[in-house]
């Protein structure tokens, strides 16, 4: 059972927009930032949006942060079939001294 | 450009031990604290230890915990985990990261997978 909450499972058509969302505690995303990494099929993870919605360069405009309180969301818009992937939101952890993810989430394109 | 390269995994019985390492390359080594992190077969992302910039502090998951060392070599750019009394629960592509702070890691190796197995 991982710390962070996400849905196991999302999907929207090319061109829509969809949103992933990642519920915590006020010990994780209520005090610290939130970091979403990509992973695509047979890859390792990539730094998508840290610091709760910075995108770091490379990383398109249409994938954007925000979050409220002990919840997060990703949001992507303009959905493109190579967005098809898993998506992992993720906090740092000072009873771990580590970092803790959510579950992730398996976008699929339609 | 940055580069993590993870090596040194394989298939090992369950109660042995395996080291990986993770040769980093263009950038400064030495600046940034390191993460390994592994992934189950199927399942999602699981932190395994952290180790700051200059070794001078080390961190683990529970599941790591008194089995599992974090080390680096600061002159060899080179990260390593030494994993001992494996179980079957630690088969699993590790993965090694770079932090640029302590929850956000901007890099990450292609991985290594570990199978313990008899």
């Known amino acids: 059972q991982s710390v962070l909450t996400q849905p196991p499972s999302a999907s929207g058509t090319p061109g829509q927009r969809v949103t992933i969302s990642c519920s915590g505690s006020s010990s994780n995303i209520g005090s610290k930032t939130v970091i979403w990494y990509q992973q695509l099929p047979g890859t390792a993870p990539k730094l998508l949006i840290f610091?709760?919605?910075q995108r770091p360069s490379g990383v398109p405009d249409r994938f954007s942060g925000s979050k409220s309180g002990t919840s997060a969301s990703l949001a992507i818009s303009g959905l493109q079939s190579e967005d098809e992937a898993d998506y992992y939101c993720s906090t740092r952890d000072d009873s771990l001294n580590g970092v803790v993810f959510g579950g992730g989430t398996k976008l699929t394109v339609l | 450009q940055v580069q993590l390269v993870e090596s040194g995994g394989g298939v090992v019985q369950p109660g042995g031990s395996l080291r990986l390492s993770c040769a980093g390359s263009g950038f400064s080594f030495s600046t940034y604290g390191m993460h390994w992190i592994r992934q189950a077969p199927g399942k999602g992302l699981e932190w395994v230890a952290v180790i700051w910039h200059d070794g001078s502090n080390r961190y683990y998951a529970d599941s790591a915990k008194g089995r599992f060392t974090i080390s680096r070599d600061n002159s060899m750019n080179t990260l390593y985990l030494q994993m001992n009394n494996l179980r079957a629960e630690d088969t699993a592509v590790y993965y090694c990261?770079?932090?640029?702070?302590?929850?956000?890691?901007?890099?990450w190796g292609q991985g290594a997978v570990v199978t313990v197995s008899s």
């Open positions: 610091n709760d919605n």
């Open positions: 990261a770079r932090s640029i702070s302590m929850g956000t890691l901007d890099h």
